[in-house]
Nanobody
Framework: QVQLVESGGGLVQAGGSLRLSCAAS????????MGWFRQAPGKEREFVAS????????FYADSVKGRFTISRDSAKNTVSLQMNSLKPEDTAVYYC?????????????WGQGTQVTVSS
């Protein structure tokens, strides 16, 4: 299995920036893609961004396009999420994830999550 550890969460003011990082270990050779999801209070977990491990092709949710940037360092087995122009509605627990397949299904591995709070 793949173990994922997130870092970089915290409290920021609206309009500010934050960078999240995720370190992967274990059976990382089977990774097809890594990504970020988030869950706000009273809301379901939602997709934020992903990147294919081999080709580095990014994909973003419409709500974060132009503000967030996902990147990966294959040599270090890490993925990062640069978050700019943060809004209060970005407040959530952010989870790193990895999958060996082209979909986010039962085989998806999850990190423990890191809290991001954006104040007005």
């Amino acid at each position: 299995q793949v173990q994922l550890v997130e870092s970089g969460g915290g409290l920021v003011q609206a309009g500010g920036s934050l960078r999240l990082s995720c370190a992967a270990s274990g059976r990382t050779f089977s990774n097809y893609a890594m990504g970020w999801f988030r869950q706000a209070p009273g809301k379901e977990r939602e997709f934020v961004a992903s990147i294919t491990w081999s080709g580095g092709r990014p994909f973003y949710a419409d709500s974060v396009k132009g503000r967030f940037t996902i990147s990966r360092d294959s040599a270090k087995n890490t993925v990062s999420l640069q978050m700019n122009s943060l809004k209060p509605e970005d407040t959530a627990v952010y989870y790193c994830a990895t999958t060996p397949y082209v979909t986010w299904g039962p085989a998806t591995n999850w990190g423990q999550g890191t809290q991001v709070t954006v104040s007005s």
